[in-house]
């Protein structure tokens, strides 16, 4: 069964920071990696999918990184703003579509 | 588009009666997913629907919960006779297709309460 971790749980920095999420994964059969952002009170957001051929996506400001064989993801947010406040999730799909989530980190950024 | 529409938004019910949550997928849309949310075990799927025909039900935690998509633009969740452990946010997601090419589109959340 897949379990996914993601550490910290908790992190807080000052604006400007540049900083690191991490997610590891036990099964390292996966279909993709999805990284979520989570508001309070709000449903998730997808911020960028990795498909098990792909090394990394970017989109902005974000940076995920995806290596299987080690079972290990990163979130690279540059120049954090107080925006960027929220609750990160990391997702893999083993079984197409079917996504187990980890228990997410979350993340203050203040001004 | 306006996203996945999910009612009601908060629910309060007493413990043993019926709850209905619903859900409309994005239109064109073939896939859609029912998940719950809770402090203690985090987001876990319940059920997956591929062209309004449950895939795979295995999270769905007991008999008292059961599922339906009767067509592409609606799905229901069921809990009955409801429990106070049931108690958590209900979303609904759906992605424009199956086999984990497409990111999933999650709704705002039903908060359900069990008392």
Known sequence: KQEVTQIPAALSVPEGENL????????????????????????????????????EQTSGRLNASLDKSSGRSTLYIAASQPGDSATYLCAVDNAGNMLTFGGGTRLMVKP | DAGVIQSPRHEVTEMGQEVTLRCKPISGHNSLFWYRQTMMRGLELLIYFNNNVPIDDSGMPEDRFSAKMPNASFSTLKIQP?????SAVYFCASSLTSGGADTQYFGPGTRLTVL
């Open chain 1, 20 to 55: 690191v999420l991490n997610c590891s994964f036990t099964d390292s059969a996966i279909y993709n990696l999805q990284w979520f952002r989570q508001d309070p009170g709000k449903g998730l957001t997808s911020l960028l999918l990795i498909q098990s051929s792909q090394r």
């Open chain 2, 82 to 86: 409801s429990e106070p452990r049931d």
